[in-house]
């Protein structure tokens, strides 16, 4: 078997330099082929990785668009949010698989070699509360835990907070403690200065990224 050619789609610039730094020490197995943002992947893979971080949950219309693009054959969604509801709802729109980003990167090949394969991967949806070393998002610079940085993303983006919840599949009141702390660690008090921080900070999607000639990535 050859490596196995990967996109890793997320509209986070971060997010995907994350996750392809997770998988480098493995390119023996697996060749990132693209990071996507804000589109689906441009060239032929084997498996488009779905980061679900400030993105649509997998079971709604993203996945739809991955599932029934011609340059994936396989598509993989990559979340912390293990629901089983949510897990169940994206295999039945079609995702081949739900992988937690709680596996640390041997298991996280693993799992990928297993898809490919035609496999289901043992312990994709690993339970442990620790995130792998790599695995990058906005804001983790300044002490926000993924939660408290996807809740903030989805505020710059404009998203209401029964808006969050529902697509983070949380309570109102866990988003509203959610966005407690995440300001006290900012430093705001308010929404308005909350999205001004977010912009400030990186908080945008980012724009679509491309390789160039020489197989660099461009920003």
């Not at 029964?162 to 966005?179: G, P, W």
């Not at 999607?205 to 920003?219: A, H, L």
Request: charge should be negative; glycine fraction near 8%.
């Amino acid at each position: 078997m050859g490596r196995i050619r990967v996109a890793v789609v997320n509209d986070y610039q971060v997010v995907v330099e994350g996750v392809a730094a997770m998988l480098r020490s493995y390119s023996d197995l697996v060749e990132v082929v693209e990071l996507d943002a804000n589109r689906t992947p441009s060239a032929s893979v084997d498996i488009a990785l779905y980061d679900t971080f400030g993105a649509l949950p997998g079971n709604q219309a993203d996945i739809h668009g991955l599932v029934r693009d011609g340059h994936v054959r396989l598509v993989a969604i990559y979340s912390w949010n293990l629901d089983q509801e949510l897990v169940e709802a994206s295999h039945d729109n079609g995702a081949n698989a739900y992988l937690s980003k709680e596996l640390p990167a041997a298991q996280l090949v693993e799992a990928l070699i297993a898809v490919h394969t035609g496999r289901q991967p043992e312990d994709a949806h690993s339970h442990r509360f620790a995130t792998p070393i790599g695995n990058d998002w906005p804001g983790r610079e300044e002490g926000l835990t993924l939660r408290e940085s996807e809740v903030l993303a989805l505020i710059t983006q404009g998203l209401s907070n029964d808006q969050i919840a529902e697509r983070m599949y949380l309570s109102i009141n866990s988003v509203k403690t959610h966005i407690r702390t995440c300001y006290r660690r900012i430093g705001v008090t308010n929404r308005a200065n909350a999205v001004l921080w977010g912009i400030d900070h990186g908080f945008r999607p980012s724009t679509v990224r491309k390789r160039n000639s020489e197989g660099e990535w461009d920003d």
